[in-house]
C-alpha cells in the first residue's frame, strides 16, 4: 500500500507559521516564506502539499490569496487548499487557480444544506473535507468553537454524499510531536473501510508514519516535525517515494 506525504503549509501574515493544539497564541513563525517551502518540497520530490490561511480559519474568509497564487503558479505541486472558504465565488475561485482540492470543514459542519449544494455544482471530488476533532466532536472556526456533532456521524453524512477525501486531526495531539491519533484513525478505518483517510496531527518521526500505514491511511499531513528538525526532509521524501 501507499500512503502519501503531504507536508504541511500554514499561513499566518504571509508567513509559514506553527501553532500547538490550534491556539494562536502559540504560534510559531518560520524565516522562509511559503513559496520558499512550497520549492524546498517540490525539489525534494513530493508531489502535493497542504495549504491553510490560518487568518482565513479565523476570519471566516480567505485571506492570503497572493501566496495561494504565487504557489498554484510557480510550482506544478498538487495543492490542497482551505482557510475561511465560505462561498461558492471561493470555490471557483481556488479551483480557476488549478488548485486540486478545496480544504473544507466548517460550513460542512455548520451549513450542511450550503455545502450540499457545493458538492451538487463542483462535484464531490473536488473537495478535501477536514474533520478535526476534540474527544471526537467536530471543531469549527480554525478550532476556536466546538460543535454536538460526533466524528462518525459527520463521516457517514459526506460518504453517503459521495465525499471521500477526509482528513482527520485530533488537536489535542497538533503541534505537540508527541504521535498521532493512531487509534482514533484505526477506529475510523474499521468503521469505514470505503475511506481515503489522511491523517494529520502530532507526526513526529518515520515510525508514526510506518504506523500510519500500517493501520490503512491513506495519507499523512506533516507541519511542525518538518519545521522543527523532527523528520530530516532528505528521509521523509525517501519514505514518500
Request: with cysteine; proline share 2%; aromatic share 10%.
Amino acid at each position: 500500500m501507499i500512503m502519501e506525504i503531504i507536508p504541511a503549509i500554514d499561513i499566518i501574515d504571509g508567513k509559514c507559521v506553527r501553532l500547538t493544539e490550534g491556539d494562536y497564541s502559540s504560534k510559531t513563525e518560520y524565516v522562509f516564506s511559503p513559496l520558499e517551502m512550497a520549492k524546498q518540497y517540490e525539489e525534494l520530490g513530493f508531489k502535493r502539499v497542504h495549504l491553510v490561511d490560518l487568518d482565513g480559519a479565523k476570519a471566516g474568509s480567505v485571506i492570503n490569496w497572493k501566496i495561494v497564487e504565487e504557489i498554484a503558479s510557480e510550482t506544478k505541486l498538487s495543492i490542497d487548499f482551505g482557510g475561511g472558504v465560505k462561498s461558492m465565488t471561493e470555490v471557483q475561485r481556488i479551483l480557476d487557480l488549478g488548485i486540486t482540492y478545496v480544504t473544507v470543514g466548517s460550513i460542512a459542519a455548520k451549513q450542511p444544506n450550503e455545502f450540499r449544494n457545493w458538492l451538487e455544482l463542483f462535484g464531490a471530488d473536488k473537495f478535501f473535507l477536514g474533520a478535526d476533532v476534540r474527544d471526537q466532536k467536530i471543531m469549527t472556526a480554525g478550532w476556536l468553537e466546538r460543535t454536538n456533532i460526533d466524528l462518525s456521524e459527520f463521516i457517514e453524512q459526506y460518504m453517503n454524499l459521495g465525499v471521500n477525501h477526509f482528513f482527520c486531526t485530533d488537536i489535542s495531539k497538533d503541534g505537540q510531536l508527541m504521535g498521532p491519533a493512531t487509534a482514533l484513525y484505526k477506529q475510523m478505518i474499521e468503521s469505514f473501510p470505503e475511506i481515503n483517510l489522511v491523517a494529520s496531527g502530532g507526526v513526529s518521526s518515520i515510525t508514526d508514519l510506518n504506523e500510519l500505514k500500517e493501520i490503512g491511511c491513506s495519507g499523512a499531513i506533516v507541519g511542525k516535525a518538518i519545521y522543527e528538525g523532527k523528520i530530516d526532509l532528505q528521509d521523509l521524501a525517501i519514505f514518500a517515494q
